[in-house]
């Protein structure tokens, strides 16, 4: 679609939707490196808003960043045995060093430089972590190390879609190392929290924390936490994830300290990344048939201001009204733009609704003699008149009911679609119309991937509320007793 | 070197003291992939500060931040003729996507997964970068393009140095597109002159802007633009570079614009860069024998808190006291952190002062009864006594004063070594004391290679300052009529 198409409406096509939506707002496009995105100016200004709140949240929780490197040596993959089946199949692979001009023209990759171990494009970092933390970890003394990095990573993806399986994406992983066990168990929580509240706070997202059955758990890890954000289709799409690794990397890399009381133990690991894919969640969570729909908090721009004139005496009063607009909204860190450019009011509009911004505010004669603006939210509602006097206030509360209008809307989305069918017979019949289903279920592997075979829906987690509630129930698929309420979905 | 170890002094060992600094100081290490290195969380917070206040500059002169993919197809490298030469040579080449069970253990690279075009991490963005903008314009109205990326980038080296020459580092590089030749120029002229802003105001760095000869001009360019800063040693370090790239890359990938009159023209560019490279660049000019000296604008920590006590009783009071302090700066937007390990005050000061620390406020019984703290700079001098009361502005004023006199100091080094010998052979008997050497010179890249292989100085730029002063000179070197002022120097 070119960027000035109509979108194509939910109910026609829901994927095709979610891809005009991205271009319509210009937020990414595909590049020419197979399964790897762009992500343009307005997309980029979403993720910046995201990371630094979340850099905030990680460093008010005691942690720090730092850098690791982007190449890991193919033997410390397999290291840990779990970790290797899970993330060396599909990974880029750096094999030379040099390249050199080919006959018929163009470049080749030297021979001469061929590496003698191998390089992987890091698909996450434990392992050359872990080896770092292996030499600066020696006593107690060095415990808790609380880092996080930001970076990019590769995943080499057959089947890719923007934002939500790339095969390179931006995330940050945090990885920890305590001196117990319970420490870390703590911190796999407290970090599960992080995410929730940010999810809550900053994407106007209502998501369910919860365990992973052993099946979906990170690879390497004793337990896996998640929260899971319920897209407008009723698909489950997970939004963050926080592992509690035991000792399963301290061992695989060696990595001891000595305790107060003079004994060796391996340390105790955790990890915890979100990535660009919430940039997916977002768009798919609250846009609408325009285009893009934005919580303020993350709206790279909250507020156009678009003037209207016809003659040119009328150009300048309001133009003139339009800067005050500006310099009124500014300095209360209000993040608003004039469109000053000469075409029609209504193109601006437009424009601007399918990237998202929450609120306009037109200017026109009449509203200068009045000394106000009128006010469009972008979540609809009648316009409203709003006077120059005191404007910041209103307009931070407007964006704040805007703000809370799109986590109200999302939670009575989540919970009319949360079902609690009667049958494994009853969820079949209801998955293709979309939702969660909250069943009770007996913890089994098998079982899980048949059903995951015929109906393409999976556990999303175990919720971490209401677990009790499976006590003395049977299992909705086996008729064994519960042993977990589980959710059912089906999932980007 | 341990970290408890004392550093090499400079006198003995300047670059053992580069490295002892780095070390003493937990900035960075060497990770095991070769010539990567490991950012550590004191060295990243410094990169953190700069990226920061850099962003900003970049955003207050227009421009926006977007994402390009990691891996560039190899044949997009050979589409710049000039471009392939310099940055095809020694770049990480990915040639498969998956690895496979070895036999013997281990895996390694899949063969079925070799890739059909290989893909080179890196190096720089251009090329990726200009076949999008060839997607995105289209016409005048979709110019300027004013995009910048940070980003990790990889280029292989031989023979590396933390923070100087690694083979991955972190950087941001601006990517601009324009209508005219005019506007391309202005703007590679623009983003030197943020360049060399932040160098003296955030790094206290003073620097020299100017232009490279043509055997020192990045590969591509028609004209590089740098920024020259002088270590103590009196090398220079290329601390910064802004190109204007003409058509070049326009050309290559054929990206044309219709222009207001209705013709179609190629596009003017430019590109700007600075790395992590930086915060070597800092080390070197402000550290001494002791270990890291630092900007208080680039200081992860700016003030450390250091209580003193005997008795119990006292450490009560003085940690209350301590409490206090820190609650009357934090405010005040004063990186302060209270170190009230329970170890002797002379271990901490040793290490904060290591670690670069400016200011240190050492708190004991006497002082809590004055209500006062007493105060040690980095940078030496007699310490002080501060009163709590007004101590935000009073700590303010001591690290704007800190921060003054590290550039006046790098800035009476700059000058003082900063020569003008009156001979080629005037020159050579000086270089190994170090120094920027400004001569009168005869553009001549192969008189310039002469020099550089006999002497191992090169020229470091054409100072934008000063060029009149060539009129009617005549050439150190050659004898003949200059065509430049010019500096000599040897580099890093």
Not at 262 to 274: D, K, L, N, P, Y
């Amino acid at each position: 679609m070119s960027q000035d198409s109509p979108v194509t409406s939910r109910a026609t096509d829901y994927s095709q939707w979610y891809l005009d939506v991205i271009s319509a707002a210009g937020l990414a496009d595909y590049s020419p490196v197979k399964g790897a995105m762009v992500i343009r100016p307005h997309g980029y200004a979403m993720w910046e808003h995201m990371r630094d709140d979340l850099d905030r949240r990680f460093k008010d929780t005691g942690h720090v960043n730092a850098y690791f490197p982007l190449f890991i040596p193919v033997s410390f993959l397999s290291k840990e045995a779990e970790h290797v089946e899970g993330f060396a199949k599909e990974c880029a692979v750096v094999t030379h060093h040099r390249l050199r001009a080919a006959e018929g023209g163009g470049v080749e990759p030297d021979p001469a430089s061929k590496l003698e171990e191998p390089l992987v494009v890091r698909p996450t970092s434990e392992t050359i972590i872990w080896h770092m933390y292996g030499q600066w970890i020696q006593s107690y003394r060095d415990l808790p190390i609380l880092i996080n990095q930001w970076a990019n990573v590769v995943r080499w993806e057959m089947k890719t879609r923007l934002f939500l399986r790339t095969s390179e994406f931006l995330w940050q992983e945090g990885h920890t190392a305590h001196a117990t066990s319970a420490e870390a168990v703590e911190e796999t929580k407290k970090m599960l929290g992080v995410y929730a509240d940010f999810a809550k706070d900053m994407l106007a997202l209502p998501v369910v924390p919860g365990v992973k059955s052993a099946s979906e758990r990170f690879a390497g890890a004793l337990e896996t936490f998640c929260i899971e954000a319920m897209m407008q289709n009723g698909w489950a799409l997970q939004a963050g994830t926080s592992h509690f690794l035991g000792q399963n990397f301290a061992k695989a890399f060696d990595v001891t300290f000595q305790t107060q009381e003079g004994t060796r133990e391996h340390v105790w690991a955790t990890s915890w990344g979100v990535s660009t894919r919430l940039i997916g969640a977002v768009i798919m969570a609250h846009s609408d048939d325009t285009g893009l729909v934005l919580p303020p908090t993350i709206a790279p721009v909250q507020v156009v201001v678009t003037p209207i004139w016809k003659s040119d005496a009328e150009k300048v009063d309001v133009l003139a009204f339009c800067a005050q607009v500006v310099a009124t909204l500014k300095p209360h860190g209000i993040r608003v733009k004039l469109d000053d450019r000469d075409m029609k009011p209504g193109a601006k509009y437009y424009e601007w609704e399918r990237k998202g911004v929450p609120l306009r505010l037109e200017v026109g004669p009449r509203d200068v003699k009045q000394g106000s603006v009128f006010a469009a939210s972008r979540t609809g509602g009648k316009k409203e008149s709003m006077a120059l006097e005191g404007l910041a206030a209103t307009v931070r509360a407007k964006l704040d009911t805007i703000q809370a209008d799109l986590y109200a809307r999302a939670l009575a989305h989540h919970e009319a679609r949360t079902f609690r069918p009667e049958s494994y017979a009853a969820m079949k019949d209801a998955l293709d119309g979309g939702g969660f289903f909250l069943v009770p279920w007996h913890d089994d592997a098998v079982a899980e991937a048949k059903i995951k075979e015929e109906t393409r829906a999976t556990i999303r987690c175990y919720p971490i509320d209401g677990q009790a509630e499976a006590a003395g129930r049977t299992c909705f698929y086996s008729g064994r007793p519960a042993t977990h309420m589980a959710i059912f979905a089906r999932a980007y």
